[in-house]
Antibody, heavy 115, light 109 residues
Framework: QVQLVESGGGVVQPGTSLRLTCAASGLMFNTFPIHWVRQAPGKGLQWVAVISHDGSNENYADSMRGRFTISRDNSEKTVYLHITGLGADDTAVYYC????????WGQGTLVTVSS | SVLTQPPSVSAAPGQKVSISCAGSNSDIGGQFVSWFQQVPGTAPKLIIYDNTQRPSGIPDRFSASKSGTSATLEITGLQTGDEADYYCATWDFDLSGGLFGGGTRLTVL
């Protein structure tokens, strides 16, 4: 059983950068992809990005490409999401989810972009 | 959202409800569909994957199907605990990215 825990959220100024962390516990972390999904307050789920099990491939939602970077360190059982040029519309709960089917999720970390 | 769901559905306890998810040839038409349940304030939970499969622990009151560019989630024997938002999801082949439907709020009257 794998558990995911997100961290790194908080209140940040517009235009700044942020790195979110998704830490895993359990076995076989390096065998499955990890996705990031976000949810703005009162809104639906929005897929952000995915990284392959070994970190060799990444894909991003079109609207995220350029400002978002996903990476992973399998030795640390951690996936990162680096976001630059934060704007108000990036305010959301950011979840990481594991596996091709997004079968397990973390509890989310809230990012609030506000001056 | 590219995947279209009704904003809300409702039914009485014990009844059946269906939630539709409409897509296109570049997404649902050629990819597997998943369904997620999200109780407000909590993380989403996978309840259907690969169009029709239930993860372990998901009761068989939850079932789903796919036909062409649309998918449907069906919940029978509704319980008050089923009140939640439900999202369909799939992969867009052209964009190489994941897609979620806009979500459907289920109210058990």
């Amino acid at each position: 059983q794998v558990q995911l825990v997100e961290s790194g959220g908080g209140v940040v100024q517009p235009g700044t950068s942020l790195r979110l962390t998704c830490a895993a516990s359990g076995l076989m972390f390096n065998t499955f992809p990890i996705h990031w999904v976000r949810q703005a307050p009162g809104k639906g789920l929005q897929w952000v990005a995915v990284i392959s099990h070994d970190g060799s491939n990444e894909n991003y939602a079109d609207s995220m490409r350029g400002r978002f970077t996903i990476s992973r360190d399998n030795s640390e059982k951690t996936v990162y999401l680096h976001i630059t040029g934060l704007g108000a519309d990036d305010t959301a709960v950011y979840y990481c989810a594991g596996n091709d089917t997004l079968s397990f999720w973390g509890q989310g970390t809230l990012v609030t972009v506000s001056s | 959202s590219v995947l279209t769901q009704p904003p809300s559905v409702s039914a009485a306890p014990g009844q059946k409800v269906s939630i539709s998810c409409a897509g296109s040839n570049s997404d649902i038409g050629g990819q597997f569909v998943s369904w997620f349940q999200q109780v407000p304030g909590t993380a989403p939970k996978l309840i259907i994957y690969d169009n029709t499969q239930r993860p372990s622990g998901i009761p068989d009151r939850f079932s789903a199907s796919k036909s062409g560019t649309s998918a449907t989630l069906e919940i029978t024997g509704l319980q008050t605990g089923d009140e939640a938002d439900y999202y369909c999801a799939t992969w867009d082949f052209d964009l190489s990215g994941g897609l979620f439907g806009g979500g459907t709020r289920l109210t058990v009257l």
